[in-house]
Every structure is written in C-alpha cells, then in structure tokens.
C-alpha cells in the first residue's frame, strides 16, 4: 500500500522567504505526483502536476522536483507572502485518478 | 470555464439515516472521484469512476456507494449513517484517466451526522 508523508506537519516563516516542503512516498511506481493547496474548510486548489517521466515543473514562484527513484519530492516556494498561508498537500497516483494523499504540512506566513 | 460543482454544500443528518452527494465535473471531463476528509485520517479515496464504470475502490464498507451518469455527473450515497461518517468530502474531475491528466477538485460538501 502506498504511504505518502510530508514534513514538517507545520512551518511559520518570515513574508519573503524562500522555503521548501518535502513529501516521500512508498511505492515508485506512480503515475503522477500533484501538489494542492486547501485554506480552511475549502476544497483543494491545484498547484502543480509533475508526470512520472518528468523531473519537475515550475509555476511562478512555485517549483516542484520529482526524484521517483528515491521516493521524494519538493514543493519550491520563492519570497513567500502572507497570502502563501494555507495547507499544502501531496498526492500521487498510481493508477488513474486514485490518488494517495499525505497528511500535509500548515504554512503560516508572518508579515 | 465552471469549475467542479458540489451539492450541497452543507448537510445535517441523523444516526441511522441515508444521504446522497452530487458532483458536477468540469465541461469534458470523464473521470470522477470520491474522497473523506477527517481530521484524524486525512484524504481517503472512496471511489472512481470513468464513462459511467467503477474503475476503484477504497477500503470503505458497503454502506458508501457511488454512480455516475451519461452526461459523467456523478452521485455518491451513504446509507445508515453513523457519527463517524461526519467529514468534508471532496469529488474530483479529470479529462481522463493517464499520467499526465491533472485533478481539478470541488469546495465539498461538509456532512455533520447527529
């Protein structure tokens, strides 16, 4: 069974700091890794979506790398803002759209 | 571009009673699937389903079903209810069912069983 884990379950950083959340799952054989935001009691917003055949993907101030081989990815935010402040959540799929989520990491962003 | 609708929003139910869940995906998109969100156990998969078939299914009783349409609206249903079953849960849309096919989620329909 897949277990997918993110560390830290918390972090509280300075506005305009770069940081990194870090997420490792069990099994390399996935189909994608998606990373998401949820502020509270919303639904999921989606960040970015990195293939199995990919390395990784940026957006704006957000990259995201993809080491399937070792289990891992990071989720890369550059000069972080307040509005940054939110759950963020990996999740790979192994097959379509079933995907395997880890229990996130809080971010709070301290003007 | 409308977004993934949930319907609705907010339930209260009572122990012992049935309740049904809508999911609207997004204009083209074929594949819906199903999540509870608890604060104990996080994001766990229900079901998913593509062109009206079941392709998955999470390890949840038989109490939780699901289906989906012809025009891939989705429903999913909860007979008996028990206080446990309290969660936000999520539905999610994608065009279809490979690597490189993102999820787009709903807000949720929040359920309280009393």
């Known amino acids: 069974k897949q277990e997918v884990t993110q560390i830290p379950a918390a972090l509280s950083v300075p506005e305009g700091e770069n940081l990194v959340l870090n997420c490792s799952f069990t099994?390399?054989?996935?189909?994608?890794l998606q990373w998401f935001r949820q502020d509270p009691g919303k639904g999921l917003t989606s960040l970015l979506l990195i293939q199995s055949s990919q390395r990784e993907q940026t957006s704006g101030r957000l990259n995201a790398s993809l080491d399937k081989s070792s289990g891992r990815s990071t989720l890369y935010i550059a000069a972080s803002q307040p509005g940054d402040s939110a759950t963020y959540l990996c999740a790979v799929s192994l097959t379509g759209n079933q995907f395997y989520f880890g229990t996130g990491t809080s971010l709070t962003v301290i003007p | 571009k409308a977004g993934v609708t949930q319907t609705p929003r907010y339930l209260i139910k009572t122990r012992g009673q049935q309740v049904t869940l809508s999911c609207s995906p997004i204009?083209?998109?074929?594949?819906v699937s199903w999540y509870q969100q608890t604060p104990g156990q996080g994001l766990q998969f229900l079901f998913e389903?593509?062109?009206?078939?079941?392709?998955n299914k999470g390890n949840f009783p038989g109490r939780f079903s699901g289906r989906q349409f012809s025009n891939s609206r989705s429903e999913m249903n909860v007979s008996t209810l028990e206080l446990g079953d309290s969660a936000l849960y999520l539905c999610a849309s994608s065009q279809g069912t490979g690597g490189n096919t993102e999820a787009f989620f709903g807000q949720g329909t929040r359920l309280t069983v009393v």
């Open positions: 204009s083209g998109h074929r594949s």
């Open positions: 099994d390399s054989a996935i189909y994608n």
């Open positions: 389903y593509f062109s009206e078939t079941q392709r």
